[in-house]
């Protein structure tokens, strides 16, 4: 499977972009159903909610090959022009060498390029919310109001000079205050369980989960591509799908965004350098699985401290960073720090209790000493597998027993 991983995943990129060529280039007769602009405005807006970048720039190539005459060109959005849909495609291309050929190379060379993706496409998205999401629900109104029936109240003023007033008037300004925001709601919340794949990747140590993660987003991007083409009422299904979904897991998407912004920044900006641990205060840290049995989900972001009167640990924190504070009191079996190859964390006993951001690298020992934890400071993840083959391959066990 992990030599299959860059193939499929390849494979995959390639079908999600050449699907919106493909179907610029064919016309069915579902392009002629009622249902079929809502389709594709839906398709549109989650396909690109789920890979900002890579939809974005096949939706330039789209719009740019259905654009035959110079006049319909030159209205073309920036998006459309090949000025920045060849540098996007470029940057996705790429991101997908980097993926498949991360596989088989060590995850120290290949983390610092996720950290640059993840900010990527975090600005992709942004750019997307901004400024694609909003000019194609505003295309939509004008074709609701375009294509809607007279009112019968209008009958009236089907002559003079009146009629001509009242047609130049574009109401599709009005519509838009309502579908607009829909629109960027919706993409909200698709692009923040898409991006969550870029937090899970920093997490991940092995590059074959990396690819075929990042497959599966896009495979699903094309597949809602091209059945916008295919099928309109198959494509508003999957999209309303994908939307319930990504609404469903809006909370779990969330903390694991803000886990990635936070990881990027300590990363890139190198925090750790200029970073002291508040020995007597609070120090800034994402909760893990062992707490989600007293109602805390896995990697809230929070602060812990430790009460200098009872040695009690206290862990404060607020549901989505703004709602009110809640606290928790915090016991830890044989408590120790876990030094990670890019993240260190508390344990309890075998398991992870908290996860601290990069900045606390290197920072070990004054974590240690700020919660008490008898257990010291102790390799973990990767670096703990590697000092056991280290131990084992360079004789330290023979050693041992010799002794």
Same mark, same amino acid.
């Given at each position: 499977? /992990? ?5 499929l995943?390849?494979?995959?990129? *390639? ?17 002629r ?17 789920i ?6 720039g096949?939706?330039?190539?789209y ?5 035959e ?6 209205k ?17 291309g790429l991101?997908?060498?980097k ?10 060379? /290949? ?31 004008k074709?609701?109001?375009a294509s ?8 009236? *003023? ?9 047609? @130049? ?29 870029n937090?899970?990747?920093?997490l ?5 989960i ?14 809602v591509?091209?059945? @916008? ?47 002291a ?7 800034a ?16 972001y ?9 040695? /009690? ?8 960073l ?13 408590? @120790? ?13 075998d ?12 920072h ?40």
């Amino acid at each position: 499977m /992990k030599r299959l991983a860059p193939l499929l995943f390849l494979i995959a990129s *390639l079908f999600a972009v050449t699907a919106p060529v493909r179907a610029a280039e064919t016309q069915t007769d579902a392009d002629r159903s009622p249902v079929a602009p809502y389709a594709k405005t839906l398709a549109t807006i989650t396909g690109v909610a789920i890979s900002p970048l890579l939809g974005t720039g096949a939706l330039g190539v789209y719009e740019s090959l259905r654009a035959e005459t110079p006049e319909a060109k030159a209205k073309l959005p920036w998006y459309a022009k090949w000025t920045f849909y060849v540098p996007a495609l470029l940057v996705v291309g790429l991101c997908a060498a980097k993926d498949a050929f991360g596989a088989v190379v060590p995850p120290g060379l /290949k983390k610092p390029l996720d950290v640059l993706e993840t900010i990527e496409n975090k600005a992709s998205g942004l750019v997307a919310a901004g400024a694609v999401v909003p000019f194609t629900m505003g295309a939509l109104s004008k074709m609701i109001v375009a294509s809607a029936p007279p009112a019968a109240g209008e009958a009236w *003023l089907h002559s003079g000079t009146a009629t001509i007033a009242l047609g @130049a008037i574009d109401w599709s300004w009005l519509l838009s205050i309502v579908t607009v925001p829909l629109g960027v709601a919706v993409f909200a919340v698709v692009w923040l369980a898409s991006h969550a794949i870029n937090a899970l990747i920093l997490l991940s140590p092995w590059g074959a989960i990396d690819a075929v993660l990042k497959g599966a987003r896009t495979a699903l991007l094309g597949l809602v591509t091209i059945t @916008a083409t295919l099928n309109p009422w198959v494509s508003v299904a999957l999209s309303l799908a994908v939307i319930l979904v990504a609404y469903l897991v809006a909370g779990w998407a969330f903390r694991l965004t803000v886990f990635g912004a936070i990881f990027s920044w300590d990363f890139l900006s190198f925090r750790k350098n200029r970073f002291a641990v508040a020995e007597k205060g609070e120090n800034a840290l994402f909760s893990s699985n062992t707490l989600t049995d007293q109602g805390v989900p896995m990697r809230t972001y929070g602060r812990l401290k430790r009460e200098p009167e009872n040695g /009690k640990l206290v862990f404060r924190y607020r549901p989505w960073l703004v709602l009110p504070e809640k606290t928790l009191d915090v016991k830890l079996d044989a408590p @120790a720090v876990g030094k990670g190859l890019f993240l260190t964390s508390i344990q309890s006993g075998d398991k992870t209790a908290f996860v601290l951001p990069p900045r606390y690298r290197g920072h070990e020992d004054a974590v240690a000493r700020a919660y008490a934890l008898e257990g010291g400071v102790r390799d973990a993840g990767l670096l703990k597998a590697w000092g056991a083959l280290k131990e084992l391959f360079g004789g330290g066990s023979a050693r041992a027993q010799v002794a």
